[in-house]
């Protein structure tokens, strides 16, 4: 069964320090993994998107990596801004099913001054 | 011109009346899709529509009608609908080259409460 798992379910640090977020997912055949950031109440809003053959992407503060072997993705914001809190979610696409994504439960980051 | 945008922002509405949400993108993109999203919980899919055709239904309740009246414009007609049917719907398209850069971009969103 498709899945994508993430953790953690959320976080709360300070502003101007780093995190990483997880992602892990059992999605075949891979197509690609896209790290989305929501606000609430809001659309998501695509941060970045990577290919079986890609295993890094920055997006200014954002960088994503990707191990396709071990199924692994990490979301690492860099000096963290109050305007970073958000819903982070992990969606992963198979390629037999484009328009169906298989998303994440998504990471709740809190960054308190 | 990167941007999918939806009205209303906000709809309140009984449970015997009869609304629309209107999704509009002007990026050329094929795909078309409709989610729901409740508090908390990641987006579920509805319907998706390529080249103005329904593709895909998720054995979604007649009570939802989606429309795709042209290649930019996607509506998602309700009647009848039940409170647990508030929630957030999300428009969504995509350029529909179901190639492995194919990106979804999602609207604000519409937040939905029926009473």
């Known amino acids: 069964k498709n899945q994508v798992e993430q953790s953690p379910q959320s976080l709360i640090i300070l502003e101007g320090k780093n995190c990483t977020l997880q992602?892990?997912?059992?999605?075949?055949?891979?197509?690609?993994l896209r790290w989305y950031k929501q606000d609430t109440g809001r659309g998501p809003v695509s941060l970045t998107i990577m290919t079986f053959s890609e295993n890094t992407k920055s997006n200014g503060r954002y960088t994503a990596t990707l191990d396709a072997d071990t199924k692994q993705s990490s979301l690492h914001i860099t000096a963290s801004q109050l305007s970073d809190s958000a819903s982070y979610i992990c969606?992963?696409?198979?390629?037999?099913?484009?328009?169906?994504?298989?998303f994440g439960s998504g990471t709740r980051l809190l960054v308190r001054p | 011109d990167t941007e999918v945008t939806q009205t209303p922002k906000h709809l309140v509405m009984g449970m015997t009346n009869k609304k629309s949400l209107k999704c509009e993108q002007h990026?050329?993109?094929?795909?078309m899709y409709w989610y729901k999203q409740k508090a908390k919980k990641p987006p579920e899919l509805m319907f998706v529509?390529?080249?103005?055709?329904?593709?895909i239904n998720e054995s979604v309740p007649s009570r939802f009608s989606p429309e795709c009246p042209n290649s930019s414009l996607l509506n998602l007609h309700l009647h009848a609908l039940q409170p647990e049917d508030s929630a957030l719907y999300l428009c969504?398209?995509?350029?529909?080259?179901?190639?492995?850069?194919?990106?979804?971009?999602f609207g604000p969103g519409t937040r939905l409460l029926v009473l």
């Open positions: 969606v992963v696409s198979a390629m037999d099913s484009s328009y169906k994504l298989i």
């Open positions: 992602c892990n997912y059992t999605v075949s055949p891979f197509s690609n």
């Open positions: 529509y390529s080249y103005e055709k329904l593709s």
């Open positions: 969504a398209s995509s350029q529909d080259r179901r190639g492995p850069q194919e990106t979804q971009y």
């Open positions: 990026m050329g993109h094929r795909a």
